[in-house]
């Protein structure tokens, strides 16, 4: 690290599935000691499919990790759309929903785990409760037993919901702008037979899939609907899925197969699909990254390159200005900014026409010939940051 850096070293970061390593992964390499406190009491394994595109995987290249992250590609083809009684209608080619390369999200976290867990502290099971910043540094408390410790810097790479940005920006309702749709997702057995594709089913407002997942051995389907603002417990997950089972009991095709094995599912996610807007991303000593600060939500395809782009050039200028935590979030933030603008713009059409009806197969193939003009035509410029590149 430069020598006439203001002493800021020590860096905690809230959050530890996507954005949340990959900084920490830079953050060690350019001499910052970063610590990570997750929430959830383990690594969470599997999860829904998440893609990569454009200047993401020149980051998992730097990294080091793109070869093994290739290697674990759903390398999906196209699939199948369907009507109520499974006839299928139109084929949705691969390139709009599996992106450059496609994971499960659990998967990309354990790569980036295994790549950090040597060099940075993990604190699993346990989440900020406060935060006090004064001149030099900022006072944090958590919630399950962890001592209260000082650290120079906080980041919050706590998603959607982040608890960073409640305590140092303000409630989240200030922040999140819902998309007008609710996901739930969960885990199942590869029942129909399917080789690394998928069926899709939709009626009005309504969509139903399953794709297959690790090398066809498992499947993971998923319910969307369209909705304004509901009322329910974010960690009541049988209350979430009574929502779904009211929302698609009358429905054809697989949905009552697949209602069925949502009960009995190991792993289940829901949330609202959500943008996070805010006029900055840093407060004092806290800034925010990933979903945190700029969430573009889930149909912009986006979410996961975003945080991994982000992730790089935090750290980067953090080193690059000699740790000046002023200086360096707000070149960060002038370089991001653009690129979540757009993303969020791609997310928002991506939720206007998700629930298009029964779309033909001519608007299907020209969605697909432009998936690749809507990946940024002006790429986000990466920067060497390394110390022998500095040097
Ligand atoms: C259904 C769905 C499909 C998606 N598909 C795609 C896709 O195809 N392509 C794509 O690019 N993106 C996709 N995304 C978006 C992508 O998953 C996110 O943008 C990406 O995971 C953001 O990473 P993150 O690390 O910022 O946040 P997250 O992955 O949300 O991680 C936040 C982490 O913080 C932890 N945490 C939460 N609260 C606390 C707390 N109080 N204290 C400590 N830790 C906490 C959480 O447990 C979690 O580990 C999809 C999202 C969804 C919901």
């Given at each position: 690290?430069?020598?006439?850096?203001?002493?800021?070293?020590?860096?905690?970061?809230?959050?530890?599935?996507?954005?949340?390593?990959?900084?920490?992964?830079?953050?060690?390499?350019?001499?910052?000691?970063?610590?990570?406190?997750?929430?959830?009491?383990?690594?969470?394994?599997?999860?829904?499919?998440?893609?990569?595109?454009?200047?993401?995987?020149?980051?998992?290249?730097?990294?080091?990790?793109?070869?093994?992250?290739?290697?674990?590609?759903?390398?999906?083809?196209?699939?199948?759309?369907?009507?109520?009684?499974?006839?299928?209608?139109?084929?949705?080619?691969?390139?709009?929903?599996?992106?450059?390369?496609?994971?499960?999200?659990?998967?990309?976290?354990?790569?980036?785990?295994?790549?950090?867990?040597?060099?940075?502290?993990?604190?699993?099971?346990?989440?900020?409760?406060?935060?006090?910043?004064?001149?030099?540094?900022?006072?944090?408390?958590?919630?399950?037993?962890?001592?209260?410790?000082?650290?120079?810097?906080?980041?919050?790479?706590?998603?959607?919901?982040?608890?960073?940005?409640a305590?140092?920006?303000?409630?989240?309702?200030?922040?999140?702008?819902?998309?007008?749709?609710?996901?739930?997702?969960?885990?199942?057995?590869?029942?129909?037979g399917?080789?690394?594709?998928?069926?899709?089913?939709?009626?009005?407002?309504?969509?139903?899939?399953?794709?297959?997942?690790?090398?066809?051995?498992?499947?993971?389907?998923?319910?969307?609907?369209?909705?304004?603002?509901?009322?329910?417990?974010?960690?009541?997950?049988?209350?979430?899925?009574?929502?779904?089972?009211?929302?698609?009991?009358?429905?054809?095709?697989?949905?009552?197969?697949?209602?069925?094995?949502?009960?009995?599912?190991t792993?289940f996610?829901?949330?609202?699909?959500?943008?996070?807007?805010?006029?900055?991303?840093?407060?004092?000593?806290?800034?925010?990254?990933?979903?945190?600060g700029?969430?573009?939500?889930?149909t912009?395809?986006?979410?996961?390159s975003?945080?991994?782009?982000?992730?790089?050039?935090?750290?980067?200028?953090?080193?690059?200005?000699?740790?000046?935590?002023?200086?360096?979030?707000?070149?960060?933030?002038?370089?991001?900014?653009?690129?979540?603008?757009?993303?969020?713009?791609?997310?928002?059409?991506?939720?206007?026409?998700?629930?298009?009806?029964?779309?033909?197969?001519?608007?299907?193939?020209?969605?697909?010939?432009?998936?690749?003009?809507?990946?940024?035509?002006?790429?986000?410029?990466?920067?060497?940051?390394?110390?022998s590149?500095?040097?």
């Open positions: 690290m430069n020598k006439n850096h203001r002493g800021n070293r020590t860096v905690l970061i809230s959050g530890g599935s996507v954005a949340g390593p990959a900084l920490a992964y830079w953050l060690h390499r350019h001499g910052f000691t970063p610590t990570i406190v997750e929430r959830a009491p383990e690594l969470r394994d599997g999860g829904y499919a998440v893609d990569f595109r454009g200047e993401a995987l020149d980051v998992l290249d730097r990294m080091g990790l793109l070869a093994e992250i290739r290697a674990l590609d759903t390398e999906m083809d196209d699939a199948a759309m369907v009507d109520a009684e499974g006839r299928q209608y139109a084929t949705l080619p691969a390139v709009i929903f599996a992106g450059d390369l496609e994971v499960l999200k659990g998967d990309l976290t354990r790569k980036l785990y295994e790549a950090t867990r040597q060099d940075v502290e993990y604190v699993f099971g346990d989440s900020i409760a406060t935060l006090e910043q004064d001149a030099d540094g900022v006072l944090v408390t958590f919630e399950h037993g962890a001592p209260p410790r000082r650290f120079d810097l906080v980041v919050g790479a706590d998603g959607l919901h982040s608890r960073t940005r305590l140092a920006f303000g409630p989240e309702e200030e922040f999140v702008r819902h998309l007008g749709i609710y996901t739930g997702i969960f885990n199942l057995d590869n029942y129909l399917l080789r690394n594709t998928g069926r899709l089913y939709a009626a009005p407002g309504k969509a139903a899939n399953i794709f297959t997942a690790r090398d066809n051995t498992e499947a993971r389907a998923a319910f969307h609907f369209a909705a304004d603002n509901l009322e329910y417990d974010r960690r009541d997950p049988a209350a979430q899925k009574r929502i779904i089972a009211d929302r698609f009991a009358t429905d054809g095709w697989e949905v009552p197969r697949l209602l069925e094995e949502m009960e009995a599912a792993e996610f829901f949330d609202s699909n959500a943008q996070v807007e805010m006029d900055t991303w840093s407060a004092g000593r806290v800034v925010l990254l990933g979903d945190a700029y969430c573009a939500g889930p912009s395809g986006r979410g996961t975003q945080a991994l782009i982000g992730a790089y050039l935090l750290a980067g200028e953090l080193a690059a200005r000699g740790g000046d935590h002023t200086a360096a979030f707000a070149a960060y933030e002038h370089q991001m900014r653009p690129y979540v603008a757009e993303h969020q713009a791609l997310g928002r059409e991506g939720a206007e026409r998700f629930f298009m009806p029964a779309p033909t197969q001519e608007i299907l193939d020209t969605l697909a010939a432009n998936a690749p003009e809507n990946v940024r035509t002006e790429p986000v410029r990466l920067r060497d940051y390394t110390p590149a500095a040097a």
